[in-house]
């Protein structure tokens, strides 16, 4: 099999995963709250407890435990076999089961003070929960985004300062170019799970930096390095972080306001009784899950955007603008991407535009910088 037939069957299978997990998640649910289960769970729950804080906490803990059964699950196939099957991963089972559990209680904790939030909200405010809600996602993202690079990153990958001088000295002409302070960029030991390379501009505020993978600084030369960099500043110079921060409320506004206004008006129909009904909880998620479904090719769409965005800068301001086409070239081979995936598949799931689209683009800049 070529490469690029390879890469495409990996794409694929990966996807048909994803859309398996969430369709099965519906089905579940769905399943759920027709057969009566959900109504039946609630009234257990209230045999147990009087308080519907803990009935809640309850109900939900049960719920939890089979779609987490159901993600892990998935997350085995598509994040542990198929990436051994593609010889992508360097895990373990164990290494792979250790940073799964790591992940579940990272998980853990910063769901529950969300969905204790949640739960408060739509008991003081059944009509008007969703702009609390959405204020609070908005609070929440912020706070993450702060503490995520020093706090819970490194529960997962050892982050140390790039400190090759050649590579210091190009980016910290790059970085002054682009007003960015440097204080952070750090290489992580991605290598340790997979043979995977990346690179990302994270972080806000004391905690904004620029990782790059050691498979990246390892496997590429010091221009690719620099047109990797030259990218990730180009996220920073066009605020692409606060932008999405914004967009990202906007969209959990959107996605809470859309499941409201249908669960209003299918509940009484279904058994349940409004809002602060907790056997309707299941019927809100499914409704959830179907406004991100409407909301995400737009997300996908002013992604793309910003990638492309910041690849026009990486062309400009690198001293190789070639360097950047060898850079997409690697990244795609050592990744496995497909690089001329279906239109209607990039369109709806992809965040970043195909690889062929990019260089064409890349190529197009050079040409016309050259005029
Ligand atoms: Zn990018």
């Known amino acids: 099999m070529t490469d690029k037939s390879k890469a495409k069957q990996y794409e694929r299978i990966k996807l048909i995963l994803s859309l398996s997990e969430t369709a099965l998640i519906i089905i579940l649910l769905?399943?759920?709250?027709?057969s009566g289960l959900s109504i039946e769970l609630k009234n257990r729950v209230l045999t147990i407890t009087d308080s519907i804080y803990a009935g809640f906490f309850i109900y939900v803990a049960a719920l939890a435990v089979v779609l987490t059964a159901i993600s892990v699950i998935f997350s085995f196939i598509s994040g542990y076999y198929f990436e051994h099957r593609y010889h992508l991963s360097n895990q373990s089972f164990w290494?792979?089961?250790w940073e799964t559990f790591k992940g579940l209680v990272v998980g853990l904790v910063l769901s529950i003070p969300l969905l204790f939030l949640f739960f408060y909200f739509i008991n003081r405010f059944p009509q008007t929960w969703w702009i609390w809600m959405g204020a609070a996602m908005f609070v929440f993202s912020v706070l993450l985004s702060r503490i995520a690079p020093q706090v819970i990153f490194p529960l997962f990958y050892k982050f140390e300062p790039v400190d090759n001088p050649?590579?210091?000295?190009?980016?910290q002409k790059l970085a002054k170019k682009g007003k960015f302070t440097l204080k952070g960029i750090f290489r992580f030991n991605m290598s340790k799970d997979t043979v995977k390379a990346n690179a990302a501009f994270t972080g806000i505020g004391k905690s904004k930096r620029i990782i790059l993978g050691d498979n990246l600084l390892n496997s590429f030369s010091a221009d690719e390095i620099e047109a990797v960099f030259a990218h990730e500043v180009g996220h920073f110079v066009h605020l692409h972080i606060l932008i999405r921060l914004f967009t990202g409320t906007f969209s959990s506004f959107l996605i809470f306001f859309l499941a409201d206004f249908l669960y209003n008006i299918f509940d009484n129909s279904l058994g349940f009784n409004g809002i602060t009904d907790m056997a309707g909880l299941p019927l809100l998620v499914v409704l959830?899950?179907?406004a991100g479904f409407v909301i995400t090719p737009f997300d996908n769409a002013l992604s793309r955007h910003h990638e492309r965005q910041a690849d026009r800068y990486a062309v400009l301001n690198s001293s190789n603008?070639?360097?950047f086409i060898t850079?997409?070239?690697k990244l795609s081979d050592i990744n496995l991407a497909d690089t001329k995936p279906n239109a209607v598949v990039e369109f709806l799931?992809?965040?970043h535009p195909a690889i062929d689209?990019?260089?064409?683009?890349?190529n197009d800049i050079i040409n016309e910088s050259q005029k």
């Open 30 to 34: 769905v399943y759920f709250i027709f």
């Open 95 to 97: 290494a792979w089961t």
């Open 166 to 171: 050649e590579i210091l000295e190009r980016m």
């Open 288 to 290: 959830m899950i179907l």
């Open 321 to 323: 603008p070639q360097a």
């Open 327 to 329: 850079s997409m070239k």
């Open 349 to 351: 799931f992809h965040g």
């Open 357 to 362: 689209k990019r260089i064409r683009f890349a």
